[in-house]
């Protein structure tokens, strides 16, 4: 069964930054060979996706919101995720979420198959 938990959300100031980290287990192919990503909800509004990645297709997304701020990475032996976000804005403040996705293109994202609980990012102004 596959398992997600990300982890390093928390409060910044305007214009800082934060890592969110996705720890996976449970896969039975490669880490690199799956499309997976992050999403973000507030209450009351949408989820929206954020970011993925699919290494072994050398495939990355970024949402317009996010673009030039946000990197999305991985690392196949340790099997985890990463979101490095900078210049953090008050409306980035969201709980985040990874999650496999069908598939990853330079358009977008695609559903998701499996989701983590989720982590907070407050961004204070």
């Known amino acids: 069964e596959v398992q997600l938990v990300e982890s390093g959300g928390g409060l910044v100031q305007t214009g800082g930054s934060l890592r969110l980290s996705c720890a996976a287990s449970?896969?039975?192919?490669?880490?690199?060979?799956?499309?997976i990503g992050w999403f973000r909800q507030a209450p009351g509004k949408e989820r929206e996706g954020v970011s993925c990645i699919n290494n072994s297709k050398g495939k990355t997304h970024y949402a317009d919101s996010v673009k030039g701020r946000f990197t999305i990475s991985s690392d196949n032996a340790k099997k985890t995720l990463y979101l490095q976000m900078n210049s953090l804005k008050p409306e980035d403040t969201d709980v985040y979420y990874c999650?496999?996705?069908?598939?990853?293109?330079?358009?977008?994202?695609?559903?998701?198959?499996?989701w983590g609980p989720g982590t907070q990012v407050t961004v204070s102004s």
């Open positions: 999650a496999i996705l069908r598939w990853c293109a330079p358009h977008g994202l695609g559903p998701a198959l499996n």
């Open positions: 449970g896969f039975t192919f490669a880490f690199d060979d799956y499309a």
